[in-house]
């Protein structure tokens, strides 16, 4: 007779594993849960070097597939404990991902741990599923960049889509650029800056924003001090400064907020409205303090500019909450799609041993129908 925490495990066993694995963070879990079993940091302990070693920083394909089998043997013997051979996985994924990424990936789950099948799922039609909603405009700010893509009626508009490398890793480099200014002594770790940026930093009204440096500047917020080892006061100035690099916009004239307003122009004119009323915020950096406001508040400023006065006729932007915190609503919406029975959009192995490939939804290949499936 099973034992209760037998019988438990047989029953995950037979859930499917849903994996969002992202530049700094990965989520896991199985499906039909509310939140992921834990959100760990996508690195690992190199077994050459004995250095960690973040995923993104692989040198080729080959480096990748390495620190690929590292990391997926940990996350699956020492976080999600059961056997990958023959397990069901869903991978969320960008649509703008890279390519040699997915097919290192599929070919470690494949050939290294022998996973019974794994379901590409993309991340932004994931987060329209948490809300039962079939049209919106997913905004996604993550560790490397912002990515953003409306969703009309369950299909993503593609030719709209953009992205920037505004993101949470540019706030880091923006903190630690402020703080080599004040003193050269000051020599901090990527987990001290996010952790600086998480605690003590938040976002500012676009009113106080446009004081900032100016001879009207506002009476900037109390200093800080950063606990540790080595106390580190944190000047209030620096506090307020730290995102403002995500709203200044680069040579193109492109920023935040201009993703989404460009993203609405390039789309049919029936379905700009609707858009503009159904945004998604997703991703850890959009967690800060203040953002949602200020974003909010720039889209309103530049509707009224001459930069796009001519161009849309939107009064208001409406932002929509999901029933998660923003850095693993993605994932709640794989784990509500990994409960349903999609068989024939799961690669299996027998398939992929055969054909030694991914297949791409924007191949014509892979989406020929077979003639015999007509009806005569």
Known sequence: MLRGYEGVRYISDKQ??????GSAYTKFGYAGEASPRGIIRTEVRCPESKKIRRIID???????????VEFLHLLFFKYVVVSPKDARILLLESPLAVTSFRDTLAKVMFKHFEV????????HLATISTLGIDTAL???????????????????VLKAWQALPLSGQVVHENLRRYFNDISNDIDLSEKMLEDIKVRTCFITTLERSAKLGTKDAPTPPPDVTYPG??????????????????????NDNLSLPTMILDAIVKCPLDMRRVLAENIILVGGTTMAKGFASRLKSELLALIESDLYKSKLKIESFKFHTAPSKPNYTAWLGGAIFGTTDLPLRCLTKEIYLKTNRVPDWSSL????????????
């Open 365 to 376: 290949i892979d989406n020929q129908k077979d003639e015999t499936s007509y009806e005569v």
């Open 16 to 21: 499917m594993i849903i994996f969002d694995i």
């Open 58 to 68: 692989h040198t080729n394909v080959e480096d990748l597939y390495q620190l690929l």
């Open 229 to 250: 080892v080595k106390r580190i006061l944190i000047p209030g100035e620096i506090r307020e400064k730290a995102f403002e690099i995500l709203w200044e916009r680069d």
């Open 138 to 156: 997913v905004l996604d700010v993550g560790y490397q960049e912002a990515t953003l893509i409306p969703i009309f009626e369950g299909i993503p």
């Open 116 to 123: 019974g099948s794994i379901l590409f799922l993309p991340s």
